[in-house]
């Protein structure tokens, strides 16, 4: 498809109501959904990276990437027929505490395409300013850029459910940035993401309206919500929405059981931060679990309280989900709709976790005694100082009638936490061998249903990190390399060996390697 047949459809500005008043001047936007903004225009786009699955999804003109009309659009100077840019308003809560008003204080929808009868939201992240910066500049630099960019393609490939990313391009700009907000800050280079999903209404988009006591525009934003993204939902008034808040339950229930199937932590799992579809969204301080720690975060605001931490994820998903059916409280007249849908969560969550937990440990179906043999291996993890990765992905390897430690070593980051380990290590590679034995499925069959659920390849931040490292000197190298490697995430890559190998030492406490700040 060429630019010229594109075919945008903006229903989010057509049927919700906008702000009055257009432009980015800082200020609370009352009974509009949006804000009609530009984005700001840069001094040397220049393109990247670009998704070649997600070109194909939209209906690209692959000619049309390389031209430099494409990097001018994606970097927010230009526009194609029919885009209408866009700010959203919305609230949220944040570390738990109610943020009042946020909405995109970067971000910038371009507009809706619909392609093959799908729709795609279109959104450019570092885009500049719009009524919802509160004194930033709306703008991202290249290293948060190129970990959005990259993170959003591998969890896809990964099957987990998430926003997607078309293009990654540089502005020519400097971005000032405070990186650990300890009073050091330097320009770096600036960038402009272009993300991609059916939606980005968030949990945030109906806390606000709530708060408000704006029951009106609540109960429109619902509407449009399920008649454009729940199509498949029938019915009218209470049932509709409760069916509907059910959905959204389950959604989040699959996307977060994903995260710990893959080791993913999200890092800021703000209510603004929720996707009312259960996608990944708002790649900020998030991380790979390598070291086996369900205490671990990425995120360095977060590090005292570690709020947001690996093991509490699904905890966090129900709380934010709480938040959530109150504010949709007034569309209600009782809340055991909402409470059911609640309960909706914690039924899948288990139901999910139960089948990853069989396909991980390649046990065929689910018998009593299953998850104490997991909460078992994840404690010989933690206490050897295992990588997660690896270790789930070597258990293929191990012969369940002559179990041996040998496929598990490389997971191993200290000789004396595996001398710690070792005897209990044993005897549950034992245990598990016989429960294999007496009821999984054959070797082959097993090393392969093992294998779909433990990748082999995970954006580990310091593989990100040495690519940020290349692009900051002008080399992309190794985004592309990158790129290529996680989309195969769960096959051997011969000769790319070294994006599968654990944590080197060097990464253990360098920025952007073991920890990340909110700022971009």
């Known amino acids: ?45 220049q393109l990247l990276a670009c998704s070649a699955e997600v070109l194909a999804l939209l209906g690209f003109d692959t000619a049309e990437v390389g031209s430099q009309a494409f990097a001018e659009v994606f970097a927010g100077n230009a526009l194609y027929e029919g885009m209408q840019p866009w700010a959203a308003n919305y609230g949220g809560h944040q570390f738990g505490n109610w943020a009042g008003q946020l909405g995109d204080g970067r971000a910038i929808s371009l507009g809706e395409l619909v392609a093959d009868g799908r729709r795609w939201e279109l959104q450019l992240k570092g885009a500049g300013a ?5 004194g930033a500049d709306g703008r991202a630099v290249l290293r948060s850029s190129v970990r959005e960019f990259l993170c959003s393609e591998a969890m896809h490939h990964l099957g987990v459910p998430t926003t997607r990313a078309l293009s990654l391009v540089a ?98 799992m703000n209510t603004d931060n929720m996707s009312i579809l259960g996608l990944t969204l708002d790649y900020g301080p998030y991380g790979w679990v390598e070291d086996y720690d369900p205490d671990w975060t990425p995120n360095t605001t977060d ?54 937990l069989v396909a991980k440990l390649g046990l065929g179906e689910f018998r009593d005694g299953d998850e104490l043999l997991m909460a078992q291996f994840r404690q010989l993890l933690h206490a050897g100082q295992m990588d997660m990765t690896l270790a789930f992905r070597a258990l293929a390897e191990v012969d369940p009638a002559a179990p041996a430690l040998a496929p598990l070593e490389e997971a191993f980051y200290s000789s004396q936490a595996r001398a710690h380990v070792l005897p209990a290590l044993e005897d549950w590679l034992r245990r598990h061998g016989q429960r294999v034995l007496a009821g999984g499925p054959p070797m082959a069959e097993r090393r392969r249903l093992m294998q779909s659920a433990n990748p082999r390849y995970v954006l580990r931040n310091w593989l990100a990190q040495e690519a940020i490292d290349l692009a900051e000197q002008g080399d ?44 971009s």
């Open 303 to 356: 590090a005292q309280g570690r709020r947001y931490r690996f093991g509490t994820q699904m905890q966090v998903a129900y709380w934010n989900l709480v938040r959530l059916a109150q504010a949709l409280g007034p569309l209600f007249d009782e809340v055991a709709p909402l409470q059911a849908g609640l309960d909706a969560f914690g039924e899948r969550y288990a139901a999910e976790e139960r089948a990853h």
């Open 130 to 134: 719009t009524p919802y910066s509160r």
């Open 1 to 45: 498809m060429s630019t010229h047949s594109l075919h945008f459809d903006n229903r989010f500005l057509r049927e919700l109501p906008g702000d009055s008043e257009a432009g980015s001047r800082r200020r609370e936007v009352q009974g509009a959904a949006w804000s009609q903004v530009m984005p700001t225009p840069v001094a040397a786009p």
């Open 476 to 519: 992309l190298a190794g985004i592309t390399e990158l790129l290529e490697v996680m989309r195969h995430p769960y096959d051997e890559q011969p000769g790319r060996e070294a994006y599968a190998r654990r944590r080197p030492e060097w990464a253990r406490e360098r920025a952007g390697c073991s920890m990340l700040s909110c700022s």
């Open 171 to 268: 502005t020519g700009e400097p971005v000032v940035r405070d990186m650990f907000y300890d009073g050091h800050p330097r320009p770096e280079p600036g960038a402009v993401v272009c993300r991609v999903a059916p939606s980005f209404v968030r949990f945030g988009t109906f806390e606000l309206p709530a708060s408000r006591g704006d029951t009106a525009l609540l109960r429109q934003l619902a509407d449009f919500c399920i008649a454009r993204d729940f199509p498949e939902l029938g019915g009218t008034g209470q049932p509709r929405y409760a069916d509907w808040f059910m959905q959204v339950c389950t959604r989040t229930a699959v996307m977060v059981a994903h995260w710990l199937r893959v080791g993913f932590v999200h890092g800021v």
